[in-house]
């Protein structure tokens, strides 16, 4: 399918967890794939999730050096 991106294009998942009192975050390639930068915080040190969402962001972009 044309419209489809490139295996190699795929983005990244990201799967996210929330309870009543965490929320927990995860990466993932592909369905089959392993997790990566899992995390759990709080729920209620942040004011929204999309909060603690642009939080994980940052913090996994700057585990990768995209931040540097």
């Known amino acids: 399918d044309q ?3 490139a295996r190699g294009d795929a ?3 990201l799967l996210v967890d929330v309870g009543g009192t965490q929320v927990r ?4 390639e592909t ?5 990566s930068h899992v ?3 709080v729920c209620r040190e942040f ?5 603690a969402i642009f939080y ?4 996994v ?7 540097d």
């Open 3 to 5: 419209d489809m991106p």
């Open 11 to 13: 983005p990244s998942r």
């Open 25 to 28: 975050f995860a990466s993932q």
């Open 31 to 35: 369905a089959t794939s392993p997790l």
């Open 39 to 41: 995390a759990r915080y």
């Open 47 to 51: 004011d929204s999730l999309a909060d």
């Open 56 to 59: 994980q962001h940052i913090r």
């Open 61 to 67: 972009a700057k585990r990768l050096g995209a931040l």
